[in-house]
């Protein structure tokens, strides 16, 4: 259904920010939830942040309220992650997902470290 291509992950210190970026494919972009999911070694996928395709209504894990931001931009078919104040236990690979008509879309992943 859509195609989607993270970007802006990388090595960061505590305390830094980042921000990613998931780049969507085809024509449908704005009925489209998305939302960011993160994964460490060993650990579960657990969801991050999400945005809903019709009022923009956004929701975050508690671990990272107040510091991370989710948006969308519907002219560029891309939706985005603000994070502040890294944390060491925000290293994970992220991935964007993309649901509707309940079926969901993942992109490949792209790498946060947060390290001294």
């Known amino acids: 259904q859509v195609q989607l291509v993270e970007s802006g992950g990388g090595l960061v210190q505590p305390g830094g920010s980042l921000r990613l970026s998931c780049a969507a494919s085809?024509?449908?972009?704005?009925?489209?939830?998305m939302s960011w999911y993160r994964q460490a070694p060993g650990k579960e996928r657990e969801l991050v942040a999400g945005?809903?395709?019709?009022?923009?209504?956004?929701n975050y894990a508690d671990s990272v309220k107040g510091r991370f931001t989710i948006s969308r931009d519907n002219a560029k078919n891309t939706v985005y992650l603000q994070m502040n104040s890294l944390k060491p236990d925000d290293t994970a690979v992220y991935y964007c997902n993309a649901r509707r008509g309940g079926k969901g879309t993942w992109g490949q992943g792209t790498q946060v470290t947060v390290s001294s």
């Open positions: 085809g024509s449908a972009f704005s009925t489209y939830g």
């Open positions: 945005i809903s395709s019709a009022m923009g209504v956004t």
